[in-house]
């Protein structure tokens, strides 16, 4: 039988290791052990990064109830969170025209959005038909012809790169809904004094199921509780987007999300077929419960180094960030997450770059001229509608 030495130091490790793991649900191990999760294969993340954010986040969450709600079973936690829903719902009814009005002053108010740019249309819905059409799972480009390796690896790292992209818009969405409070807050409670401690408790609750339960979401049972289709129009016309939520906060995440999209796009590579082929493979509904359990944390990892992103200013420096080439794109976030001294001059100095030009204006004049783009649709683009945009990232 052999004998396995172990160093103080390796036993150390062995225990953080350990320690770290025991902060978070069994099925996390495993995908994170099986490389089970959209992140992980990536190459985004030196040793054990994800874990230690992941980690990070699981504090987070729990922070977020004074009693140890671990002791709860999942059934019982799901279930006080469908009833407070529904009390949401409830109270929401008499007054859906006025809360659709704060979300849409709040989305405007946020990013700064001069009046004419983007019509914003936000709509309370009693719920997202099982019947709507999503992508659900990652497509493969296994049937698709290259012209060579070069163009196989091309596409391999355009798609690492949009998946992180991803998780960064959904974190930054989530950042930007928690610190918009003082834009709404007062309105509703005047309207029901009730509703903000409610949403307090619908998103905590939401956050922690969905971080601690290994969500399977398939074609009939999507579990959507909110939607956003954003129309970039031809010239002379006006960019729509169009957010629905079963309750308000979700709605106003929506909303925000459709703006963070807008920018995300920019990111995507030129021609038509390479946008396709990354947006099939990276962007998928399954992929979203893993975006929200790190994205936060990936966005509070690019904040790290700036201390802190303006909304005003996130228009120029999400696109200065998502338009760089993949290669300089996974350089800088992999010394982003790991924490580095690099990382943090990185993205001060693409933040210090973005924040003095004109970038924002250049965008707000772009959304009203991109012709020949069709339909962003719940961050994802579908097959119709990448092969009718014609050019318009540059």
Request: charged share 30%; glycine share 6%; with cysteine.
């Amino acid at each position: 039988m052999k004998r396995v030495l172990v160093n103080e130091d390796q036993m150390k490790l062995i225990n953080e290791a350990v320690e770290m793991r025991s902060n978070l649900p069994q099925f996390m191990h495993l995908s994170l052990d099986q490389g089970k999760n959209p992140f992980s294969n990536t190459g985004y993340f030196v040793g054990t990064s994800l874990e230690k954010m992941l980690v990070k986040r699981a504090g987070e969450i729990k922070a977020n109830f004074t009693d140890d709600i671990d002791q709860y079973s999942k059934d019982k936690v799901f279930s006080k969170l469908a009833r407070l829903i529904e009390k949401c719902k409830r109270k929401e009814e008499p007054i859906r025209d006025k809360l659709e009005k704060i979300c849409n002053n709040a989305v405007v108010e946020i990013f700064g959005i001069p009046a004419g740019v983007i019509q914003i249309d936000c709509e309370l819905v009693e719920g997202i038909p099982p019947g709507e059409q999503f992508h659900v799972s990652p497509d493969t480009d296994e049937d698709f012809e290259y012209d060579d390796v070069e163009a196989i690896e091309a596409n391999d790292a355009e798609t690492k790169k949009r998946r992180i992209v991803n998780a960064l818009g959904y974190g930054a969405s989530q950042r930007f809904l928690e610190q918009s409070s003082k834009l709404w807050l007062s309105e509703i409670f005047q309207l029901d004094e009730e509703l903000p401690h409610l949403y307090s408790q619908v998103m905590k609750i939401n956050e922690y199921l969905v971080f601690n339960s290994d969500v399977e979401i398939q074609d009939d049972n999507h579990m959507q509780g909110g939607t956003v289709e954003t129309k970039l129009k031809h010239e002379g016309e006006v960019t729509e987007m169009h957010a629905r939520g079963i309750i308000f906060p979700i709605l106003l995440h929506e909303a925000i999300r459709g703006v963070v999209e807008l920018i995300a796009s920019y990111g995507l590579p030129d021609d038509i077929e390479g946008a396709k082929r990354v947006t099939n493979i990276s962007d998928a509904l399954e992929n979203e419960p893993w975006d929200m359990r790190v994205g936060p944390v990936l966005w509070d990892s690019v904040c790290a180094g700036i201390g802190g992103v303006e909304t005003e200013d996130f228009p120029y420096f999400f696109k200065a960030l998502v338009t760089l080439p993949p290669e300089q794109f996974g350089s800088l976030m992999k010394n982003v997450f790991a924490g580095t001294r690099a990382g943090k001059e990185g993205v001060k100095r693409l933040y210090d770059e973005s924040k003095y030009d004109n970038e924002y204006d250049k965008f707000t004049n772009d959304l009203a001229l991109k012709q020949d783009r069709d339909v962003i649709e719940d961050a994802y683009f579908t097959e119709e509608e990448v092969e009718q945009w014609g050019r318009g990232y540059e």
